[in-house]
């Protein structure tokens, strides 16, 4: 197993907020929306430097991807900044009409998505907007593992031309990949390799994967961990490239079980490569207020549920 480390941790929200201080600064076309959360999306540094390009839209998030829409008719790279919940649940019918349907190249960029957004409970805490987001046709979908891969993500979807949904969240995490990566839109990336069971996690679930892999190699299993951090475009090679080696799967995603990255994977693999596959995701549930580890352990989005995950998976051969 591969050994990762970290000496410290922080919010992904917070790569964002890094990443778009770097585009104010390289980019003139990059204009940012917030929805009255500036604070929590962490631009603030990209208002000081460029006031000129934020527009303050209040809490009227439809209004605020119209406005989006329209900015891109001038050539303008529109990111609209607010909740998870808000940016997707909220405006779904705006997303859909305004930017997919005219394929407008906005970035929808969502911040305290997932369980892990904890004491604020289940009306904020937004466990569909994936599945939501990825049945948009045209619609690039990502959520990165930690922050210098929510940076590198952000500046990435600034030369992508279309829709692009980025997804992040508010707890601290492991800052555990390479400060100067280059972010590949649909392209996996691959942990550890390994032979007995393919694990493919995305967003904190990484981390999760990443210390499960470690104890499962104390009970002799090889696992080989796969960060999706991409939900479409499919990396579909890299999927049917392990399990072919491993013959089982595990998905791993802080999202319900419906609709999210395990059901991707699953639609690949019945379609090419039929192996078992264990979902670790909540089971098609509203969440609940509570500290974001806490949540995570009664949900089962541990390391040690994806332990018992690739178990069963293997089990299954």
């Not at 529109?78 to 705006?94: E, H, K, L, M, S």
């Not at 979902?279 to 969440?287: K, L, P, R, T």
Request: overall charge negative; proline content about 4%; some cysteine.
């Amino acid at each position: 197993m591969k050994k990762y480390t970290y000496t410290e941790k922080q919010d992904t929200r917070s790569g964002f907020g890094a990443g778009m201080t770097e585009l104010g600064q390289k980019n003139e076309n990059v204009v940012a929306l917030c929805a009255d959360l500036v604070g929590s999306l962490k631009i603030a540094p990209f208002i000081k430097e460029n006031p000129e390009r934020f527009f303050q839209c209040g809490i009227s998030e439809a209004n605020m991807i119209g406005v989006s829409a329209g900015l891109t008719i001038g050539g303008k790279i529109p990111f609209a900044t607010t909740f998870a919940n808000f940016a997707t649940g909220r405006v779904y019918d705006q997303i859909r009409q305004s930017v997919a349907y005219s394929n407008k190249n906005v970035k929808i960029c969502a911040s305290h998505a997932g369980i892990t957004l904890g004491e604020d409970g289940a009306t904020h805490q937004i466990l569909e907007d994936l599945g939501m987001m990825k049945m948009l046709p045209g619609m690039t979908v990502i959520n990165p593992c930690d922050y210098n891969q929510t940076k590198a993500a952000t500046i990435a979807i600034a030369e992508h031309e279309g829709p692009v949904y980025l997804r992040f969240g508010r707890p601290k995490v492991p800052i555990f990949t390479d400060p100067d990566q280059k972010f590949e839109i649909g392209k996996a990336w691959m942990v550890n390799e390994g032979k007995d069971v393919s694990i493919f996690a995305t967003g904190h679930l990484v981390w999760e994967a990443i210390l499960a892999g470690e104890m499962l190699e104390k009970e002799g299993i090889d696992a080989e961990i796969i960060n999706i951090h991409t939900i479409k475009p499919l990396d579909e090679e890299a999927i049917l490239k392990s399990v072919k080696k491993t013959g089982c799967a595990v998905s791993a995603e802080e999202h319900n079980r419906l609709g999210g990255l395990g059901d991707s994977i699953a639609q690949v693999i019945v379609k090419n490569q039929l192996v078992p596959q264990e979902y670790v995701a909540v089971d098609d549930s509203f969440g609940e207020s509570g500290t974001p580890e806490k949540l995570m352990e009664k949900y089962g989005l541990t390391a040690k549920d994806i332990v018992a995950a690739a178990k069963r998976a293997i089990e299954r051969k």
